[in-house]
């Protein structure tokens, strides 16, 4: 089993509680405006770290950083990225590539708006984790965890907090 953390949107800040409610991850996933070079230093000196870039990352030198990754954790194929909308409102290219690689989990940011929703027309689990930096409309910071066992995805939580 492969318990996975998820994250967006922290703008330049790796918040404290990251490190409580992600402490027993195996892997952190960061759906991009990472926000410096010195927050995806920090996050892979914590844990293993994939993180993709973000529309206000473009300023940073993340060294390999990408705007897509996309790659399985154990048995469940992942698309992660910035910007992609959500079941029935998603990106023109973004429901392409969905189409094309038939993911099992797509995981997006930008909006800083948390959902997790099961997208019925295309067979994956949709998360966006919200927003854990202090910049940004949101009005409270969130975080997820989610455990990959094999082919299943199960025991999702959800961290709300105060900006």
Request: hydrophobic share 35%; glycine share 8%.
């Amino acid at each position: 089993m492969t318990k996975v953390g998820i994250m967006s949107d922290s703008h330049g800040i790796v918040p404290p509680k990251v490190y409580s409610f992600f402490e027993n991850v195996d892997l952190i996933l960061h759906a991009g405006d990472i926000g410096s070079a010195d927050v995806l230093w920090e996050l892979r000196n914590f844990k293993n770290t994939i993180a993709v870039r973000g529309n206000t990352d473009s300023i940073y030198d993340f060294g390999g950083v990408k705007e897509v990754e996309i790659f399985s954790i154990e048995q469940i194929k992942v698309v992660l990225t910035h910007i992609g909308g959500y079941p029935k409102h998603y990106q023109g290219n973004i429901k392409r590539l969905l189409t094309a690689e038939k993911p099992n989990l797509f995981i997006c940011g930008h909006s800083h708006i948390c959902k997790v929703m099961y997208d019925d027309d295309l067979s994956l689990l949709h998360i966006n984790p919200g927003a854990c930096g202090k910049s940004g409309i949101h009005k409270k910071c969130t975080l997820i965890r989610l455990d990959i066992d094999q082919r299943m995805m199960k025991n999702l939580e959800l961290l709300e907090y105060d900006k």
